[in-house]
């Protein structure tokens, strides 16, 4: 051991000892804990249903009922959530954005699409509330909020990120009747930057931006009941509700000629979960723990009572020719719409 | 507000330390594991190209040198994007599975890492100079023999590019993002824990499990340095340890 060779050996040994321990160790312990001859089934979603955790608890739950699986759940924007089904890298998509819905059934990428929740997008801004908007609907207050960035006074965040709530707020611009693309130039109050700020980021990041920038954002009201009780932000609600700024969660399946990973009875099992008695009956309390406030209202107890408004609201906004899934798109649907 | 997050941050990673979380544990296995992989798979390739290239005369070895070097600065997302289309279900090694498993991700930061891997240890070897070798073929040596000479004698400088390659592919996040999805109790390592953490607005926790990352950094790099040229090793304290020269 005293001569150079003799220690340059010692040395090496203990390296090689020492990463031959580790990659044993850490191979042994991914072998123990990897999920063992389940069937895994990826569902690709939407940021705003994964961070309010309400995904986690139906993960576990599904897998108490269905041993057999394990649910993975890749978090993305609608848009992005999408893109990754139509690759064929997710076996199904839980997302709130009808339009886009539409389209990717109609590729023939999705079939048997379920609604299973919607609650309602509000418009957050600074508690002092410059442009004034408190109390209007979301459209009158979205059209004095551009007035009062023209003069300088307000600001408006936007995703930017092709998400549900980015597609939802440029369908309330279109409701202005402004014209999306002109505004987005324009100056606030003579300054240098714009009133509308796009910021291409997640609900909390943007959230936060709109924080920092006393601007006010359209926003799902559980990030925005999560920020808040985590102190990240100190905007308030200005709009609140009306059918204008309805969201509606559904869940589409792939369609299995377009998806390699074979797992169509898996997604399909997973669908008839999110609309069973027991899922809904979850929804409609979850969140009161931990926000103080309940974050999803479930969509299937609505049906009982056909002609009311959010029934109404939703058949408008969320339903394809009178359908959630009309009958082309569905295939070996079983008893899902019965 | 101000320093709340990172007070918490603290308070937090040590809790989590100390009652040996079990979520936290895996995720911290996983990284190790990941970059582990991925380590060991570019030295194996890496290595035996970087002597090649340090020891041989060929032509192009210049331009060769040249674009591992450049490709030290390769953008995690640009390689993770172009690996994605690659291991996607939809792509040309779909079939392979590799998407969101732990092997894809390993394979990936593999691909990322070899550069440096290359050029570090290129440079190493040739820091040894031509003259070793010649010295070793001279005393009877085959070439193969001079090679590992040579390579023994550029120990420290190869062990510096393994751990800068380890670390590099344990503190990355581009990849693991795009090949793994951070997928929980799957695929969800340390640096995309963190990410989702921030996204979700807990600052607090996002603060521990980057403590975690610097701390299993730090004394991962510490371990080596011991037996690292031994400028620990040989003065004083540790020298009980490592043996004297």
């Known amino acids: ?64 009922n269905n041993p057999k699986y394990n649910v993975g759940f890749i978090s993305q924007g609608t848009g992005l959530a999408i893109e990754t089904a139509k690759r064929g890298d997710a076996d199904m998509i839980l997302v709130h954005a009808p339009s886009s819905e539409r389209a990717f059934m109609e590729s023939g990428y999705g079939v048997n699409r379920k609604i299973f929740a919607y609650n309602f997008f509000i418009i957050v801004g600074p508690a002092d509330d410059p442009a004034g908007v408190k109390g209007l609907g979301p459209v009158e207050a979205m059209l004095k909020i551009r007035d009062e960035g023209l003069a300088g006074n ?43 700020i ?31 009780k985590n102190g990240n932000i100190q905007l308030v609600k200005v709009v609140d509700s009306g059918e204008a700024t309805l969201n509606v969660y559904s869940a589409i399946v792939c369609a299995p000629d377009k998806s390699p990973r074979g797992r169509f009875e898996a997604s399909m099992r997973f669908v008839q979960f999110l609309v069973s008695s027991e899922t809904q009956t979850m929804l409609e309390t979850y969140g009161e723990e931990e926000f103080g406030s309940t974050l999803f209202k479930p969509w299937v107890p609505e049906l009982a009572n056909p002609g009311s408004d959010i029934v109404t609201w939703v058949e408008e906004q969320a339903y394809f020719d009178g359908s959630e899934c009309p009958t082309q798109y569905r295939h070996q649907a079983g008893s899902l719409y019965r | ?137 001279t005393l009877g040596a085959s070439e193969y023999q001079a090679s590992l000479v040579v390579v023994r004698e550029a120990y420290s400088g190869v062990t510096l590019a393994l751990v800068s390659s380890f670390n590099r592919a344990f503190a990355e996040l581009g990849i693991v993002t795009m090949l793994g999805a951070n997928i929980r109790g799957v695929t969800r390592v340390l640096t995309t824990a963190i990410a989702l953490e921030t996204a979700k607005g807990e600052l607090g926790l996002s603060f521990a499990l980057s403590f975690i990352l610097l701390a299993m950094v730090l004394s991962l790099n510490f371990l080596i340095s011991i037996f690292q040229e031994g400028r620990l090793g040989r003065q004083g304290w540790l020298r009980p340890i490592v043996g004297e020269r």
């Open chain 1, 1 to 64: 051991m005293s001569s150079l060779a003799g220690f340059k050996i010692n040395r090496s040994v203990m390296i090689v000892a020492s990463l031959l321990v580790l990659v044993t160790v850490g191979g042994t312990y991914w072998y123990l804990t990897r999920p063992v001859e389940k069937e895994s089934l990826i569902v690709s979603t939407t940021t705003s249903l994964y961070e309010t955790g309400v995904l986690d608890v139906l993960k576990t739950r599904f897998e108490t």
């Open chain 1, 154 to 196: 307000a600001l408006w965040v936007s995703r930017g990120d092709n998400s549900g709530t980015h597609v939802k707020e440029k369908s309330l611009w279109t409701l202005t009747g402004l014209n999306l693309d002109e505004i987005k130039l324009e100056p606030a109050g003579g300054a240098e930057g714009a009133w509308y």
């Open chain 1, 198 to 228: 796009e910021a291409g980021a997640g609900m909390t990041a943007t959230l936060q931006l709109a924080n920092e920038k006393d601007a006010y954002t359209l926003a799902d009201v559980a990030t925005y009941l999560k920020n808040v």
């Open chain 2, 1 to 137: 507000m101000s320093w709340t997050p990172i007070i918490e941050g603290v308070s937090e990673a040590v809790r989590l330390i100390l009652s040996a979380d079990k979520t936290v544990m895996e995720i911290t296995f996983r990284s190790l594991q990941t970059a582990g992989y991925a380590t060991l798979m570019a030295s194996l390739v890496g290595v035996p190209i970087s002597v090649l290239i340090a020891m041989a005369e060929f032509r192009g070895k210049g331009t060769i040198k040249f674009l591992f070097n450049a490709m030290v600065g390769v953008p995690t997302v640009t390689l993770g994007l172009f690996l994605y289309t690659l291991f996607s279900r939809s792509g040309p090694l779909g079939s392979l599975g590799l998407l969101y498993t732990v092997p894809g991700m390993a394979l990936g930061q593999a691909v990322l890492i070899l550069p440096i891997l290359v050029s570090f240890t290129v440079s190493a070897i040739e820091s040894k100079g031509q003259e070793l070798r010649d010295l070793a073929r």
